[in-house]
T-cell receptor
Framework: KQEVTQIPAALSVPEGENLVLNCSFT??????LQWFRQDPGKGLTSLLLIQSSQREQTSGRLNASLDKSSGRSTLYIAASQPGDSATYLC???????????FGQGTTLQVKP | SAVISQKPSRDICQRGTSLTIQCQVD?????MFWYRQQPGQSLTLIAT?????????ESGFVIDKFPISRPNLTFSTLTVSNMSPEDSSIYLC??????????FGQGTRLTVV
């Protein structure tokens, strides 16, 4: 059974810092991996999708990497801003069923 | 991409009653998904809803408690039946296009009192 773990559970950094969020999964036979952002009490916003054949994806200040063999993904946020404060969720797609298995999330606070 | 609208955005309900949540997508999709997010927790898949067939439920979720309708390729409903305070959660509708990105609605925040 696939399990997804995110470390750390919470993170507080000063504005301008670069930071890395970690996601690990137990079964390397994944279909894809997606990073989401969730603001308090809101739905999910898709940030980056990495297909199983890819190693990384970039969007603006965000870069996500995928290492299937080690069961890990990282989300790198450059030059963090207070507006980046949110919970970041990692989700693994196992097979082409469309089902996602989520980690517990990392709650990020960027202080001005 | 997809625009997903959920109604209601939030509700406070009495225990023992039922609430139906609507999910409308701006384009046709084969599969729609319903997730639950309990307070302080991550998302858990409730069921997959395909048009023209019964929903497929994940372990721990049953049709009598969470009946789902999927009348066409752009719409689905999830009913939370005979509610108890333990059902207080955010319920989210999701779709996936062509085995690519998953998109979520803004969620329905349910409080059962």
């Amino acid at each position: 059974k696939q399990e997804v773990t995110q470390i750390p559970a919470a993170l507080s950094v000063p504005e301008g810092e670069n930071l890395v969020l970690n996601c690990s999964f137990t079964d390397s036979a994944i279909y894809n991996l997606q990073w989401f952002r969730q603001d308090p009490g809101k739905g999910l916003t898709s940030l980056l999708l990495i297909q199983s054949s890819q190693r990384e994806q970039t969007s603006g200040r965000l870069n996500a990497s995928l290492d299937k063999s080690s069961g890990r993904s990282t989300l790198y946020i450059a030059a963090s801003q207070p507006g980046d404060s949110a919970t970041y969720l990692c989700a693994v797609g196992s097979g082409n069923t469309g089902k996602l298995i989520f980690g517990q999330g990392t709650t990020l606070q960027v202080k001005p | 991409s997809a625009v997903i609208s959920q109604k209601p955005s939030r509700d406070i309900c009495q225990r023992g009653t039922s609430l139906t949540i609507q999910c409308q997508v701006d384009s046709q999709v084969t599969m729609m998904f319903w997730y639950r997010q309990q307070p302080g927790q991550s998302l858990t898949l409730i069921a997959t809803a395909n048009q023209g067939s019964e929903a497929t439920y994940e372990s721990g979720f049953v049709i009598d408690k969470f009946p789902i309708s999927r009348p066409n390729l752009t719409f689905s409903t999830l009913t939370v039946s005979n509610m108890s305070p333990e059902d207080s959660s955010i319920y989210l509708c999701s779709v996936e296009f062509m085995n690519t990105e998953a998109f979520f609605g803004q969620g329905t925040r349910l409080t059962v009192v």
